[in-house]
Structure formats: C-alpha cells, structure tokens
C-alpha cells in the first residue's frame, strides 16, 4: 500500500514539475492574403472600406411587385456598402431582391466573417 502511494506522489510530482518547465511562447495572429490586409492596425480601415467603388448592394424588408419587366421596389430598404454594414444588418429582417445579388453579397459575407473573427483574434 505505502509503494503505490509513494508512486502516485512521485509520479504526480514528476509530471507537475515537467508542466511548469514547459515555456510559454505567444504565437502571432495570421490571416490570408485574400483578405487585402496588410497589417491588424488596418483593419478598422478594412472594415469601413467600400465595395464595389461605393454601388453596394440593397436589402430591403420587404420588396414590391411593380409590372413584368421591371425592377422590384424596395420597402424600408438599406445599402450595404463595407463589411461593418454588413456586420449591422439584421439578416433576418432584410431581404435581396436578385439571385445575382444574393451571390454577390454571399461572396462577400465570407470576407466580413473573416475580418470580424480576426478582429477578436487573440495570439495564442
């Protein structure tokens, strides 16, 4: 009985000691090229910064029928110009009125996922 207990102590204080010998080491924060971001200081910057040379895309809540041939016209409508927009817009309430925009902004949503989840990035 006294051997297993002094093997269960000496081996607790082995493994004990070995983890505080481990040296701690800061990792830096990575990210992909794609993201055109050249350092974390820019990255408020980034998120501000237009797409599409200011155009955006429109959401709306709800978007009007207007006649054959015609664009949709939107009800309470918002642009989406940045990812910080983006990141504000309540996707449950808005709605795109094109597949064409849909594509588009989906496209962009993966950038603004990206650069949020980099925002709170901490080095490990």
């Given amino acids: 009985m006294h051997r297993r207990f002094l093997f269960l102590l000496l081996s607790g204080l082995l ?7 481990v040296k701690s080491e ?3 924060v990575l990210w992909s090229q ?8 820019q990255l408020e910057h980034r998120l501000q910064q237009p797409l ?4 955006g895309i429109t959401v709306a809540q709800k978007w009007r029928f207007i ?3 015609k664009a949709p016209e ?6 989406i110009l940045s990812c910080a927009d983006y990141l504000q ?5 808005y ?24 925002k709170a990035a901490l080095p490990a």
Wanted: with cysteine; glycine share 12%.
């Fill in 67 to 69: 006649g054959a041939g």
């Fill in 89 to 93: 817009t309540d996707h449950t309430l």
């Fill in 26 to 28: 800061t990792l830096p």
């Fill in 52 to 55: 599409w040379r200011g155009t």
């Fill in 95 to 118: 709605k795109i009125a094109s597949q064409s925009d849909f594509n588009l902004l989906a496209g962009f949503a993966g950038t603004c996922q990206a650069l949020k989840a980099l």
């Fill in 15 to 21: 493994v004990g000691g070995a983890a505080n010998n």
């Fill in 74 to 79: 939107p009800i309470a409508a918002k642009v």
């Fill in 34 to 41: 794609s993201l055109d971001l050249s350092s974390l200081d």
